[in-house]
Structures are given as C-alpha cells and as structure tokens.
C-alpha cells in the first residue's frame, strides 16, 4: 500500500483545454499503429519532416568498398551526426556500438552480389530484426527486372507482413503487432531507364504493397510528379560520387521537389571530408540552406 500520509488531491484536470488530438506529420502514415508512427517519427525529425540516412549497407553486395574498408573508422565518427544509420546486421553487430542511440534502419535483404545476378534475395527473420532493435527493415524491389521481379515485390510484401506480425494472437491484435515499418528500396537493372515514369511506376508499387516509405533516385525532369503520386515520403540515394557541390544540389533539388529526405552513402562516405558533407546535408535537409550556402558550410567545416 502506498504511504497516504500528505497525499496530495489531484486538481490539474485543464478543463478550459480539450485533449488533442495530433495528426501525424508524415503523409500516409496517420493510420499506422503507435509503434509504427514512435519509429519513422525517431527516423524522421518531427519538427522539420525530414531526415538525413547515413547508407552503409554496400558491403552486401559490393564487398569492400571504398571508404567502407574500415567502418569503424570512417562511418561511426558520422552516426552522431545522422538522423537514422542504415546498414546490415553483420555490420551493426560487429562494428557498430551498441551504446549508439540512433535508430536503425536495417538491410533486411540478402543473397546475391555483384558478381552474379543482383536483388535474387530472401529476407532476414523479423525475430533477428527485433534483437537488434531495429526502427524500420529496408527491402530491395526490382520492378521491370524479369528475373528478380517477382522475388523481390514478394519480398517487400512478406517482410511489411512480418513488420505487422503478432506476437501474441490470441490476445487483442493492435496490442501485439511489431509495428516495424519498411523502407521500400526501388533497384535499378542496367537496362532499365532511370526516367520519372520508372521511379513513379517503382515507388507507388513499393506504396502499394505496404511500405512505410520509399527509397529512389532522383532524376531532373519530373521528379515532382514521382514524389506527388506516391502516397509515403520518398528519401533518395545519393548514388555514384559526385563532387561535393553537385552532391548538394542534387540533395537540395530533391527535397524542393518534395523528398522528405535522404539515404546517402558514397557521396558522404568518399568524399575529402565526410564529416563536413554530413553537416553540410543535414543543412540542406533541415535548415533549407540552399546548394551555394552548403557548400560554404563544407568548406567551412572542411
Ligand atoms: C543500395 O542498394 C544501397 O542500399 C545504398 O544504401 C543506397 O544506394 C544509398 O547509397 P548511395 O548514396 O551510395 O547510393
């Protein structure tokens, strides 16, 4: 029994103020579960809608590249500056510090390489998903790819599956459900044409089938129509390395085009000064600096 003695009467009850009701501030996520909303919100930053993804997942396919020889010396100095950490779980479990606090956007998909076919993949276990204590599953989708369409589309739709899965069934389902969202990640074949009307066709079938949010490419013509059409925040890959300055104006022509952010890798990683790219992004992503403004802030930092 709790000591009573000076209890004090509750009296705060805010009367004159009507509980509220808050919308969520990412677009086609208001009707997802709590859990779902608490991760993109951790993943998100809620007060300016956007993110900055720090990709480091290329081992999985690619092996060692560059500037990803030693994570631990080139990619956890730059967490603490990212908004979200995606990566595998091979390297989250052997590099990565458990005392980091940023959430993790985990590669959950894995089975091919460069140096075969690319995206035959199987996913991982949404048990080993949630020991890392992963905020969302990325999965690759390969639209228009014969041999890896099929596979892939299925993958993304089993693992937002998982991402719902109950822990308990027969006790009330909205109480138990994972409620781990999933990063649609539009793959591009060789002989595919990196148009508008692809990555329009790749997000809103990555929409369609469950993702929370969705990963692709920016192009320069049209690319408001890819994001305007898909119906969840669309983040972009940075793609091949670009000089520092095109690096910027690509970030920046993509989120005033209605990208909610961005899931950079090489172009932070392997540029002079990675630290600097990062702040230098975050800059553009959050603060709206402008390409010229941020690549001051680059040299600044540099
Ligand atoms: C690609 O499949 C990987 O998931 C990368 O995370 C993604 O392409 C982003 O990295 P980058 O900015 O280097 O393209």
């Keep these: 029994m709790a000591d009573m003695d000076g209890f004090k009467e509750a009296s705060a009850y805010g009367f004159d103020q009507p509980q509220r009701n808050e919308a969520f501030f990412l677009k ?19 007060k300016s809608g956007h993110t ?10 690619m092996g ?22 995606m990566c595998t779980r091979g390297i989250l479990r052997s590099v990565i510090p458990p005392t980091m606090s940023k959430p ?24 080993d998903v949630v020991r890392v204590n992963a905020s969302a599953m990325a999965v690759m989708v390969a639209c228009g790819d014969r041999a890896s369409e099929q596979i892939t589309t299925q993958n993304l739709v089993h693992t937002v599956d998982m991402g719902e ?9 909205e109480l138990f459900s994972l409620g781990i969202p999933v990063l649609g990640v539009t793959a591009v074949g060789k002989d595919m044409a990196r148009d508008a ?37 669309i983040v972009i890959a940075g793609g091949k390395k670009l000089p520092e300055d095109k690096a910027l104006e690509l970030a920046y022509k993509a989120i005033q085009a209605g990208a909610a952010g961005v899931d950079m ?3 932070v990683f ?25 690549f001051q802030l680059y040299n600044d930092e540099k």
């Design 28 to 46: 086609g996520n208001e009707n997802r579960g709590w859990g779902v909303k608490n991760r993109l919100a951790r993943i998100f930053n809620p």
């Design 104 to 127: 993790v956007c985990l590669r959950s998909d894995g089975g091919t390489t460069i140096l075969t076919d690319l995206n035959l993949n199987r996913v991982y276990d949404v048990e």
């Design 265 to 267: 890798g090489r172009n």
């Design 64 to 85: 060692p590249t560059s500037g990803l020889e030693r994570v631990d010396l080139t990619i956890n100095p730059l967490i603490e500056y990212a908004d979200c950490l």
């Design 197 to 233: 009307r692809y990555f329009g066709l790749a997000t809103r079938v990555c929409a369609e089938n469950g993702a929370a949010f969705v990963k692709t490419y920016y192009v320069d013509e049209g690319f408001e129509k890819v994001v305007a059409q898909c119906p969840v925040p």
């Design 270 to 294: 392997q540029s002079a000064k990675p630290l600097a790219m990062m702040k230098a992004i975050a800059g553009v992503v959050h603060q709206g600096l402008t390409p010229q403004d941020a």
């Design 165 to 173: 899965k109950l822990g308990a069934p027969r006790c009330n389902p």
């Design 52 to 61: 900055v993804m720090l990709a480091c997942d290329h081992g999985f396919i």
